[in-house]
Every structure is written in C-alpha cells, then in structure tokens.
C-alpha cells in the first residue's frame, strides 16, 4: 500500500524534494542548488535544464534517503517558484534561458501599456498590477528577440509555461499549469478560469502555446518509468505561496500566512469571490473540483536576500543563520533603516525605480546595527501588507502564521509581532511549501479527507505576543515610511 507523498518545491536557487508519511511528517529531504545568472543589471535568468536536472536529483535523493520505493509513493506534488517564465520546444528543449520572477526588463513594456489606460482591464480581469514581475510581458520579450520564436509559437510548435508547467510536462509530457500559477501570468481570467483572448491581444501573445489550465487537485499524469523506476501520478500542481497557504491550513476566509523565503509573501484567504484591495494583488489560491477559493496578496521581492547580500555582497556574516546573534548584540536599530529595494519596491507601492538605502548611520553605527535594520525591514514590509490589506479589503487579521527559512529566526518572530501588533504563531514544519502540496496530492490520492483533516495535521509550535507599546510601535514604523519615501525620492530624481 502506498504510504509516502512526494513534495517537489521548486525555488528560487534551489530545488528541494520532501517525502511526507500519512501524518504529514517529513521522513527524508533533500535540496540542490542551481546558478543564478545576471546578464545585465535588473535582469535574472535561470538555466531551465538545470532546473529541470537539479528538481529530478532532489526527488530521487529524498526517495534514497527514505529507502522508497515508486510503489510506496502514492503521489507527488508539485509547488513551484511561480512567475518565472520558460519557453520550449514540443521535445522539451528549451529555447532560451528562463526569465526569473524578480527581473525586470519589461519595465517599459508595463509603463507604455498603463500609458495607454490599459491597467484597470488587467486588474479586474486578472486581479494584477502591469509589473514586470508577472509572466505575460516577460512571454512577449522572449517572443520579440527572435522572429523564428513568433513564427513558431503561433503554429504551436512552442511551449510556454511557468515552472510548474515545464516540470510537469518534463516529468509527464503533458503540457498543463493550475489556475494559481495561470493567475499569475497576466493572461488569465481569475472568475472564468480561461486564458484571456483580449489580453493576449494586447500583450501581444499567441494562445497556442499556452498550457492546459487543470484544477490543482488532480491528474496532471504520471511520471514517465525512466525517471523513478515506474511511474508516479502526479496530483497536486500549486504556486508555491498558495501552497504555503494551503500548508498553513489557511482554510477559512480571514486566515492569513507569511512566508519569508527570497521575497516575503503574505496571503489571506479571501473565499469563493475575489476580493480587491488598492495596492495589492487578487489571486486564484488553489481550485479543488470545481470549487475555487482566492487569496488576497501582498508581494515583497527582496526579504531573505538581503541576508543573503549581507553575506555576500557586505561580508559581514559568513553564513545567513549569524544574522539572528549578530543583531541581538544591540538593543536596537540604532535609528537605522533598511530599505531592501534591491529589485525595486513591491505591495504596496509597485515602484520597479526604488532602489535600496541604508539611512541613518552615525560614527556609533555597527554591523551589528545593520543586520537587526535587515530583520526589521523584513517585518515592515508585512505591517505595509497588513494595513492595505485591513484597510482597503476590511480583511482583519487576528494572527499572522509564519513560514519558510526566516522563520525560524526567533528575533525576526518577535520584531514582527512587535511592529505588527498581532500575535505570530510558528508551525512545527515551517516548510508549508511542500507540506502544502503534499496534503493536496494526498488528498487527491485519498490519503486524507479534506478540510478536517488538514486542519488537524497543521501543529503549532511556538507563538509570539507583541511586547511594545502602541507609541513605540508607531514610532518605529513612522521612520520605516520616511525611509521608503527617500528610497522612491532618489529614483524619481534621477539617483
């Protein structure tokens, strides 16, 4: 009988693999990293062969692991960076590399589309923004560089997708995507569920290469024999935030997770009709039969990088999990903010010309200083999400579930409870990514019934109640807005 689910968490910089029991723990991971390409400043590719060879490596390394056997695994799923956008032949060759969700050469393509008025047709159609952080303009570029590619493209001899859709199709041969990856590509009609003829027009993209838009709970197919020794259906596809969402067992409107993984994403569970909120983004949270459920998203770009970049970029840490000690060495900031606008600004300013500041340093500023600046700005980037989200959605939020590596930083746990106000509460497994795609592909395979069960696999396992006062709150957060208006001022004045 089969007792294991096989979790594919396709990310950023690495791809990992979790094997999960029929209690939904984990018995065996693994995780292989893949290279990050910057042609140009602004600009992220990936390799998609690599993506595809580093996923396939993890699998079978956690299969290896937990001495499993392809009969032992009665599902995978598949949790997937979500607006990266992949371009390939019918014979799974891709033809260029893979523009990443950060980068953003399509800038210009967005301002001239808001310049001609287009943006509210995107916005109640698709439930997003013109950014450059979405597929449909990013589909466009690889289309313009090569006239061959349109060509090809229109007489359906190319695959569009993002990673969901070239794993699935690599593992499988179908070429097929879940509507809370296709809500992310600017093509999608969130209330029929259907790529968008109109908006296709006006990106300029042919609906031939499109994917098949599946619910995100069911077969997607099985894995081709060569890959695992037999085959293996695929049940689950989901964007890898829904699927923390879903991990998070954020099943009632109202509930809302926080991810800090390279970006940070908060998402609240909206219900069966999309909710809109002026700065924040209206998404497809995952489609169960023909039952949908949405989320309301506030999106932040650079979260964990910037620890990352205090690595390796500054040097003053020599690996990510020092950040915590080195900034519990002071008492506070300093009056140093961090603004991480490395990859311009998200929810709920959508400023792709924002760049990144430290301000307030003094002779007295020290490294220590900056690092516990890095933390804080992570939780105010959520306390902005918030306060649009309770705001402009009447959405209020009693507590914050955390996930992803951040979270295990229990300082950054404690700021963010603090500048919020609200209790953070930290599950057993913060890796809800895979844990969430996992319960979905169990619950197709029929290893749990639903709603009541995944309520009851989701276990807490820390809570943190915020220690400072209002003014103090207030206070801090006051100098966090002034920070970020210094860091859009340098761009609009030409910095």
């Given amino acids: 009988m089969a007792e ?40 992220v590719e990936h390799d998609p062969e690599e993506i595809w060879q580093s996923q396939l490596a993890a699998a079978r390394e956690a299969l290896a692991h937990a001495g499993a056997r392809p009969r032992q695994v009665a599902a995978i799923g598949i949790a997937n960076q979500r607006e ?5 032949d019918r ?32 916005r109640q159609r698709t439930g997003l923004v013109l950014d450059p952080y979405f597929s449909g303009t990013k589909l466009r570029w690889l289309l313009d560089q090569d006239p061959s590619r349109r060509q090809l493209a229109a007489r359906g001899e190319l695959r569009f997708g993002t990673v969901d859709s070239w794993l699935v199709y690599r593992l499988t041969g179908r070429h097929a995507t879940d509507p809370s990856n296709a809500s992310r590509t600017l093509m999608l009609d969130i209330q029929r569920l259907r790529w968008d003829e109109e908006l296709l027009a006006l990106l300029g993209v042919p609906a031939a290469p499109l994917p098949e838009v599946l619910p995100s709970c069911g077969y ?26 879903f991990g998070q067992a954020c099943l009632q409107p109202g509930m809302a997770k926080n991810t800090y993984g390279t970006g940070s994403f908060l998402l609240t569970n909206a219900g069966r009709s999309p909710a809109y909120a002026p700065g924040l983004i209206t998404t497809v949270a995952w489609q169960l039969g023909d039952e949908v459920t949405y989320a309301l998203e506030g999106s932040n770009f650079i979260s964990g990088a910037m620890v990352q970049w205090l690595r ?64 804080e700005a992570m939780a105010f980037q ?3 999400v918030v306060e649009a989200m309770e705001a402009g959605a009447g959405l209020p939020l009693p507590e914050l579930r955390v996930d992803g590596g951040a979270a295990r930083d229990d300082l950054l746990l404690q700021l963010q409870a603090d500048i919020l106000g609200k209790p953070v509460v930290r599950p057993r497994v913060v890796e809800t990514t895979a844990l969430g795609v996992a319960l979905m592909a169990g619950v197709a395979a029929g290893l749990w019934k639903g709603s009541e069960d995944i309520a009851r696999l989701w276990r807490e396992e820390a809570r943190f109640a915020p220690a400072l006062t209002p003014a103090e709150r207030d206070r801090l957060y006051a100098g966090w807005q002034r920070a970020v208006e210094r860091a859009r001022e340098w761009a609009r004045d030409g910095g």
């Fill in 312 to 375: 390796d970029g500054l040097g003053i840490i020599d690996s990510s999990d020092e950040v915590e000690a080195l900034a519990r060495q002071v008492p506070d900031n300093g009056g140093v903010y961090v603004v991480p606008a490395l990859a311009g600004l998200g929810s709920p300013y959508w400023d792709p010309s924002a760049r990144g500041l430290i301000i307030g340093l003094t002779r007295g500023t020290n490294r220590a200083h900056v690092a516990r600046a890095v933390l």
């Fill in 220 to 245: 997607f197919g099985e894995t081709r024999a060569e890959h695992f020794g037999a085959p293996i259906p695929v049940l689950a596809v989901l964007g890898d935030q829904q699927a923390a969402l």
């Fill in 91 to 122: 014979d799974g060759h891709p033809v260029a590399n893979a523009i990443v969700w950060q980068d953003r050469r399509t800038a210009s393509m967005c301002q001239r589309l808001r310049e001609e008025g287009l943006e509210p047709l995107f």
């Fill in 382 to 384: 959520t306390r902005d």
């Fill in 84 to 88: 990266t956008t992949l371009l390939w």
């Fill in 4 to 43: 294991f689910v096989l979790a594919l968490d396709q990310g950023t910089s690495s791809s990992r693999a979790f094997l999960f029991d029929s209690e939904a723990r984990p018995v065996a991971w693994a995780q292989v990293p893949f290279t990050q390409h910057f042609p140009q400043p602004g600009w």
